[in-house]
């Protein structure tokens, strides 16, 4: 069994996440897409905005249709903050045998050096880094590689990236859309309509939940 593990804030989740799981999963032959949903990202400067679990819901209604996807409630369950490595070694435990594909769109894979015990990531799945819209980004994530993760990642023979412990890394250019959860709570902040970004079942969920009202109110806008 080989299965993709998908994570990030999906604060909220939207079409560009979804198709890219949905696209990662046919190209890489996953059984399944995990998607996890960060307790507390290391990264962002705000906390998420939803709660965990509102967060979570947003991706299990989203997920729903489509049997190629799960959402997961490993790093909302642990709480603190969600560090990938420990989510990687909880699905090597939870699923022994299986190949682990670890998904990451290129602007979060260009920042990987700087996320806790990245070194160890390598060994604990292959990656499938996932291309953004306008540009295909092969250069940059090779370049990235050489500067900042040479040590860790070599090509082989046929110029497939390879770590130390046999872990494979690729690209994988996905259609590009260009959507973002920013836009989508600034759009619900400014009372735009948020229709075609994202699931119906999620964007009801945030109308019903209003969501993303107060991150504007208090910004006075
Ligand atoms: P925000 O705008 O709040 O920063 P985001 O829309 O970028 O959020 P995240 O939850 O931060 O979403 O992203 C989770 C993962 O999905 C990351 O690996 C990111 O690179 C990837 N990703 C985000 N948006 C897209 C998209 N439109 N197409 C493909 N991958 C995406």
Redesign the pocket.
């Known amino acids: 069994m080989k299965i993709g593990i998908?994570?990030?804030?999906?604060?909220p989740i939207?079409f560009?996440?979804l198709?890219?799981g949905v696209e990662a999963a046919e190209a890489l032959n996953l059984t399944r897409v995990y998607f996890v949903p960060s307790h507390t990202a290391p990264h962002?400067r705000t906390g998420g905005l939803a709660s965990g679990e509102q967060r979570l819901e947003m991706v299990r209604l989203a997920v729903a249709p489509c049997r190629l996807l799960e959402a997961s409630d490993v790093e909302i369950a642990r709480g603190g903050k969600s560090f990938t490595a420990e989510t990687l070694e909880y699905f090597k435990k939870k699923l022994p045998g299986s190949k682990r594909v670890f998904?990451?769109?290129?602007?979060?894979f260009l920042e990987i050096h700087t996320w806790k015990s990245f070194e160890s990531l390598f060994s604990l799945a292959d990656f499938a880094v996932?291309s953004?819209?306008k540009t295909d980004g092969r250069d940059r994530m090779e370049a990235y590689i050489q500067e900042s993760l040479g040590s860790l990642l070599t090509k082989d023979g046929s110029g497939q990236w390879v770590s130390a412990s046999g872990q494979k890394l690729c690209f994988l250019k996905?259609t590009?859309?260009?959507?973002?959860?920013?836009?989508i709570?600034q759009s619900v902040g400014q009372s735009r309509d948020i229709s075609f970004l994202m699931p119906e079942t999620v964007a009801g969920y945030i109308e019903k939940n209003r969501l993303y009202k107060k991150e504007m109110e208090t910004k006075g806008l």
């Open positions: 998908f994570g990030g804030t999906f604060d939207h560009g996440h198709r890219a962002k998904l990451v769109g290129l602007d979060a996932l953004r819209p996905v590009g859309m260009d959507i973002s959860a920013t836009f709570r």
